[in-house]
């Protein structure tokens, strides 16, 4: 035996030497922490300029690390800005964009597959809203309210990918429908008189609450934030350890959270590496950082930290580590719905400096209730002052109205997105730029997100699987879908020719193109063809037919039809009928409707309410009508619920109770 190997064996048996532990064996791979908050805007931080709450830790870890001030979700709702992140493509590739549900889709595309084949051990806690049937459980070594990385399931040296999402934050805090109950803000060091309300909403009692409320969640955020950090410390891992701090979309005021503008789609993005690590990432502390990074961009990202290359099917590009690309010149964002009833695509692209946004149903009003979101007080308020008559401010009344089918901003210049310049012409030769990239990119993508969404549960083995099968043509639905948003009179010809295809989806899209033509008024004879699609075999094109009818001089035929697919909960129905309030004509006309609605709402009170059933639908329709006033929304029993939550608050669960 050499002298070397004895004198280790003299040290083990006199218990002077111990094997190296897991939180002491030296690791060749960096660990990866995430902790992400929800609902939240750069704004609302310390360090990104809000001076009214304090975030020591945040803003500390901002100076030693990048802080990312042009960071986004690509899109504005929880899951399909999840379903982005967690495969490095856009969700609308996968069909995965709408919010809320789950489709079939491929099973290897999900970035903690890479991770574990590259020896990482990866824990989720707790979040998995991902849009996919695929079982999130086995993604990852551990996902659930007590995964962790201190887990004895990791080998001794393993290295780690831990995420960890408090839902503290997330818009139920102030979902709440009234202010009652709610804590003292200044106890917490929040003057509500003179926090900043951005001009984007109304600066109403309710906003300044609503604000007030989250501001105090992103600055408790901060203890919990310490509380991670310090782990990783007493664990004697900090130094081997990148951490990724970022909020999962924008933030919750009215016009925010669920919008394509940067309101809801813009992200708080702070990333640590340690300075043991930082000359092999090419990287420096208290660095800001201009460049355009996206959700879609983290897996390649996180891939590129740990020496790995971006598998082929990603659309993302590495903004740190070995296999860092160049900056993207262009990010792209998309929307697809508001909750479940209003099925209302846009596309968005941003250089940094101009902001497009391509809306495709453009008759919709961006203000349709998301019966979740109009719990909030300050949308009450807001919807209450529009609905009074009182509002003159054009700023605010822009939500309410039928939408622009192009939206160009100035983001530096005014990044609450309120001066449209796509009908300036010195802008003339950008907007044909961004249009040209938004249509490339739909294309390039194979964007899903066109397919309405009740039509993509019925594709045999998920519409994604079912495109490819078939043999789809998807530039043929694109045409009509671009063709719909901008339509003319010189187009019925084509509409009509839509509405002929033997294709559900191309059918739907020709007939909110009469839609846009009908409620413009731009033609009022109605054609024949759009009549017999109330007709069509698929609900979404008959119901959107029957819309199309009631703006082109058959009112009663198409409204009767509205309100009987209506009252079996159908949600297209719903959002049509809710579209028809927001038009004077319309409106006046579904007035004779409203004891019709009145004994709706009386049969659904004789039932168990849903929160966002039947009931509260048809109470916002009578509220739109004036039959009801918005107070009259949510039922009492909802608003001693909203006291009891204003009382309670939410919780943020701290490293101790996972170790």
């Known amino acids: 035996m050499q002298l070397i190997e004895k004198l280790f064996l003299l040290l083990f048996l006199t218990g002077l030497w111990q094997p190296a532990?897991?939180?002491?064996?030296?690791?060749?791979?960096?660990?990866?922490?995430?902790?992400?908050?929800?609902?939240?805007?750069?704004?609302?931080?310390?360090?990104?300029?809000?001076?009214?709450?304090?975030?020591?830790?945040?803003?500390?870890?901002?100076?030693?690390?990048?802080?990312?001030?042009?960071?986004?979700?690509?899109?504005?709702?929880?899951?399909?800005?999840?379903?982005?992140?967690?495969?490095?493509?856009?969700?609308?590739?996968?069909?995965?964009?709408?919010?809320?549900?789950?489709?079939?889709?491929?099973?290897?595309?999900?970035?903690?597959?890479?991770?574990?084949?590259?020896?990482?051990?990866?824990?989720?806690?707790?979040?998995?809203?991902?849009?996919?049937?695929?079982?999130?459980?086995?993604?990852?070594?551990?996902?659930?309210?007590?995964?962790?990385?201190?887990?004895?399931?990791?080998?001794?040296?393993?290295?780690?990918?831990?995420?960890?999402?408090?839902?503290?934050?997330?818009?139920?805090?102030?979902?709440?429908?009234?202010?009652?109950?709610?804590?003292?803000?200044?106890?917490?060091?929040?003057?509500?008189?003179?926090?900043?309300?951005?001009p984007h909403v109304p600066d109403f009692p309710e906003t300044r609450s609503d604000e007030a409320y989250k501001l105090k969640a992103a600055q408790e955020s901060d203890a919990w934030v310490k509380g991670h950090l310090d782990n990783l410390k007493a664990k004697g891992l900090a130094d081997n350890t990148i951490v990724f701090f970022f909020s999962d979309h924008g933030g919750c005021l009215p016009r925010g959270k669920g919008f394509p503008?940067?309101?809801?789609?813009?992200?708080?993005?702070?990333v640590y590496i340690p300075p043991a690590l930082q000359q092999k990432m090419n990287t420096k502390e208290n660095t800001v950082e201009t460049k355009n990074v996206g959700f879609v961009d983290f897996a390649p990202t996180f891939l590129s930290l740990i020496g790995e290359k971006t598998p082929a099917y990603m659309q993302g590009k590495a903004f740190l580590g070995k296999y860092e690309t160049a900056p993207r010149e262009l990010q792209y964002g998309f929307r697809s719905n508001q909750e479940n009833y209003h099925y209302d695509p846009c596309r968005t692209v941003t250089d940094g400096k101009l902001k497009y946004i391509r809306n495709y149903i453009t008759y919709k009003p961006f203000a349709l209730r998301n019966l979740y979101q109009s719990g909030m007080p300050a949308n009450m308020a807001?919807?209450?002052?529009?609905?009074?008559?009182?509002?003159?401010?054009?700023?605010?009344?822009?939500?309410?109205?039928?939408?622009?089918?192009?939206?160009?901003?100035?983001?530096?210049?005014?990044?609450?997105e309120l001066n449209n310049l796509a009908k300036n012409p010195a802008y003339k030769e950008k907007l044909t730029f961004f249009r040209t990239a938004v249509s490339n990119q739909i294309r390039s993508t194979k964007d899903l997100g066109f397919f309405p969404r009740e039509v993509r549960s019925t594709k045999k083995n998920g519409l994604y699987q079912w495109v490819r099968d078939t043999n789809f043509p998807l530039d043929e639905l694109y045409n009509a879908v671009e063709l719909a948003s901008v339509a003319g009179k010189a187009d019925v010809p084509q509409l009509l020719k839509y509405l002929k295809s033997p294709h559900a989806e191309i059918r739907y899209w020709g007939v909110v193109g009469f839609c846009r033509l009908g409620s413009q008024k731009k033609i009022t004879k109605l054609p024949v063809a759009v009549k017999q699609a109330m007709n069509d075999k698929v609900p979404e094109v008959a119901i959107m037919a029957s819309e199309a009818v009631c703006y082109l001089g058959e009112f009663d035929l198409g409204v009767k039809k509205l309100i009987s697919l209506f009252k079996d909960n159908s949600d297209p129905a719903y959002s049509s009928l809710e579209t028809l309030t927001w038009y004077p004509v319309e409106k006046k006309k579904l007035q004779n409707y409203t004891a019709t609605f009145q004994s709706i709402v009386a049969e659904q009170d004789k039932k168990e309410q849903d929160r966002m059933g039947l009931g509260v639908k048809v109470r916002s329709i009578l509220v739109n009508l004036g039959a009801l006033t918005i107070d009259e929304l949510y039922t009492q029993a909802d608003i001693q619920e909203g006291i009891k939550k204003n009382k309670a608050g939410r919780k943020f669960y701290y490293p101790k109770e996972i170790q």
């Open 382 to 416: 807001w919807d209450r002052y529009v609905l009074s008559g009182k509002c003159t401010n054009e700023d605010w009344l822009m939500e309410y109205k039928a939408k622009e089918s192009e939206l160009l901003f100035d983001i530096e210049k005014d990044p609450w």
């Open 21 to 198: 532990t897991s939180q002491t064996l030296p690791q060749s791979k960096p660990n990866i922490v995430c902790l992400v908050l929800e609902d939240t805007s750069p704004y609302q931080f310390g360090c990104y300029g809000n001076k009214s709450i304090q975030t020591p830790t945040i803003d500390s870890l901002a100076k030693k690390g990048i802080r990312y001030t042009n960071a986004s979700a690509n899109a504005p709702h929880c899951s399909p800005a999840r379903s982005t992140l967690i495969t490095g493509v856009y969700a609308t590739t996968y069909g995965m964009d709408i919010h809320r549900e789950e489709f079939i889709t491929p099973q290897n595309i999900f970035y903690p597959t890479f991770l574990r084949e590259a020896g990482y051990f990866c824990t989720n806690n707790a979040k998995t809203d991902y849009n996919s049937t695929a079982d999130p459980q086995k993604m990852w070594d551990e996902s659930g309210k007590l995964a962790t990385y201190n887990s004895k399931k990791r080998k001794p040296g393993q290295p780690f990918f831990a995420v960890f999402n408090t839902e503290a934050t997330h818009m139920g805090l102030i979902r709440t429908i009234t202010t009652e109950g709610r804590p003292d803000f200044k106890a917490s060091g929040i003057d509500v008189d003179k926090i900043f309300i951005p």
């Open 261 to 270: 503008f940067e309101s809801g789609l813009r992200i708080a993005l702070v």
